[in-house]
Structure formats: C-alpha cells, structure tokens
C-alpha cells in the first residue's frame, strides 16, 4: 500500500515569513495530492491539491509543487499570518476515494 | 449545500452504553468514510461506502456497526466500547477529488 511521509512535524514561522512542508510517497501509481489544514476542535479542511499531470498549482497566498519523478510534493504559504497556525495534512491517493495521509505538521506563526 | 454535519458533536459514554454518530451530506457524493482521529495524530480510516454498500472496512473492531440508510445519510452504531476508544470520529465525503470532512463528533468513553 501507500505510504506518506511528512516533515516537519512542527514549525515556528515569524508572521509574513513563509512555510513550506514537504511530503514523500511511495506508491508511483498516486497521482491526486490534496492538503488539508485541520484547525483546533474542528474536522480538516481541504486547502489545495493537485494532479499527477500537473507541476504545481497556485492559490493565493498558498502553493503546491510536484514532482513525481522523485516522488515527492510540497506545500508553501507565504506571507503568513496568525490565522494560517493550525495543522496540515498532505494525502496522496490513486482513485480518488481512498487516501492517505501524512503524520501531520504543527504550523505555528508568531505575530 | 456544501456541507457534511455531524451530530452529536459531543458524547460522553459508558462501556455498557449503546449509542450512534450521524452524518449527513446533500452534495450527491456517493462515496461516504468514517475515519477515528486520535489527539495529534492524522485520521485513520474505518469504513468506506460506495453507492449505499460497505467497500472497505479496515479490520475495525466489532464494537463499532457503520449503516449507511440512504445516499445522504451515514450512521456509527456503538457498543460496548472501551476508553482507548475515545477519539474524534470524522466523516466524510468525496467525489472524487477530495474529501469534505465534518467537524466531528468528540467521543469519551468512560
């Protein structure tokens, strides 16, 4: 099966600075890769993902990378903000209905 | 309605106690999960429905009876559970493109 790895596991940003997490996958035939970020008391959010046919993806103040050459895809915030400390999960998949997910990443920003 | 809603969002349970979670979601997914979230740690996945039918159930004890009454409608039966039980149980919903979590229903077994 799958296997999804995640680092770091926390990170302490200044606010306005930015914060990249990184994720590793195992299973080549993945090729969807959403980012979720779960804030405390309340169920994760879907924030960003991305598709295998795809290098990277832009959304604002946050972005993904891909490479599945190396099998690996990361998550950038920039110009953070206090409202962006919460915890993110990246999750790989191959159908789109199962996924799996990383350890999970402790954002924190200090204002 | 983009919505999945869980309910209870709390629950305080005895060992000896029969309960059930309930979700709902009016999106026409037809792909519907139960997943069991410890403190700091990522969602583990229980049950998966396809379409009204059980898909994928991931050796979960028989203590917890997933039901899935109708495309919109996904139920947790629970019985006689243990306190390494307790956790944030999540539902959620896809199709296809990603999941659309609840925001859980916090469960203490005592």
């Known amino acids: 099966g799958e296997n999804v790895e995640q680092h770091p596991s926390t990170l302490s940003v200044q606010e306005g600075d930015s914060a990249v997490i990184k994720c590793t996958y195992s299973?080549?035939?993945?090729?969807?890769f959403p980012w979720y970020k779960q804030e405390l008391g309340k169920g994760p959010q879907l924030i960003i993902d991305i598709r295998s046919n795809v290098g990277e993806k832009k959304d604002q103040r946050i972005a993904v990378t891909l490479n599945k050459t190396a099998k690996h895809f990361s998550l950038h915030i920039t110009e953070t903000q206090p409202e962006d400390s919460a915890v993110y999960f990246c999750?790989?998949?191959?159908?789109?209905?199962?996924?799996?997910f990383g350890t999970g990443t402790s954002l924190t920003v200090i204002p | 309605d983009t919505e999945v809603t869980q309910t209870p969002k709390h629950l305080v349970m005895g060992m000896t106690n029969k309960k059930s979670l309930k979700c709902e979601q009016h999106?026409?997914?037809?792909?519907m999960y139960w997943y069991k979230q410890k403190a700091k740690k990522p969602p583990e996945l229980m049950f998966v429905?396809?379409?009204?039918?059980?898909?994928i159930n991931e050796s979960v004890p028989s203590r917890f009876s997933p039901e899935c009454p109708n495309s919109s409608l996904l139920n947790l039966h629970l019985h006689a559970l243990q306190p390494e039980d307790s956790a944030l149980y999540l539902c959620a919903s896809s199709i296809g493109n990603g999941y659309t979590f609840g925001s859980g229903t916090r469960l203490t077994v005592v």
């Open positions: 299973d080549s035939a993945s090729n969807y």
């Open positions: 429905y396809s379409y009204e039918k059980l898909s």
């Open positions: 999750a790989a998949s191959r159908d789109g209905n199962q996924f799996y």
């Open positions: 999106m026409g997914h037809r792909a």
